[in-house]
């Protein structure tokens, strides 16, 4: 989907606030780098008018307004001097008309809790950039997959929307919910062996992520707050370290 430097901007801020919302440590605050080589970090403007300014400057439209999209990484410090550990990290891809994508890089130290907070912070973003597609998950879960050949939403959340797609093939090893324009999707046991087994079945049963879908996105919504299944999510997943 085609969006200004402003729109993106507004999701941007929304996210950083989102994160830095669930870290402990305090103060901290975002920064990005500039194109500098040896150049120190920078903060990220608060002011979003300043923002849009910055994600603006990112824009890359050698290839024509379509394809023209911004390239921004910004990253949590509480002292820039010290960055020799990983940091929350926010990755963006996003405002052309071809396609987007947006990372958010979470360290170990980054508070989830449990499943079902891990699930509130996940929605919190996936409503913020309202996707077709997004995934809650690890890298070497996700380097495992592709090594494997699977193409599905196998993840330890998933998010699928139904504007986009129809309703992927059911598995007993994930818990589906309902979530506005979409459906939520998590493994029942959280653990590198049974996500890459749930991504086997799924692409199996033909759940591949590169179904058919409208060339121009429309944008799922998601209602403020969380299902009632989040309640009792952590009695239903195995879970202690996700690999």
Partial sequence: RNESALEV???????????????????VRWYRYLEEMGAEPVPVPEELETLAEVVEA???HTLGEYFSRSSISLFLFEDPGQRSSPVPAVNVAAGSG???????DLPEELPTNSPSEAARLFLDVVRI????????????????????GQDSHAAYLSWWSAKAYGAAPA??????MQVGDGWLYAAREWSLPAVLALGEELTSLGSQKAMSRPEKQDPPSLPDGYPVELEDLDDQITWGTAE
């Fill in 9 to 27: 901007a507004r999701r941007i801020s929304e996210t950083l606030s989102v994160v830095s919302g669930r870290y402990l440590s305090e103060p």
């Fill in 58 to 60: 990112s824009y890359d």
């Fill in 98 to 104: 071809n396609s987007n994508l947006v990372t958010v």
């Fill in 129 to 148: 950039w309202q996707p077709d597609t997004a995934e809650f998950t690890t890298a070497v879960a996700r380097v495992s997959a592709m090594k494997a």
């Fill in 171 to 176: 598995s007993e090893r994930e818990i589906v």
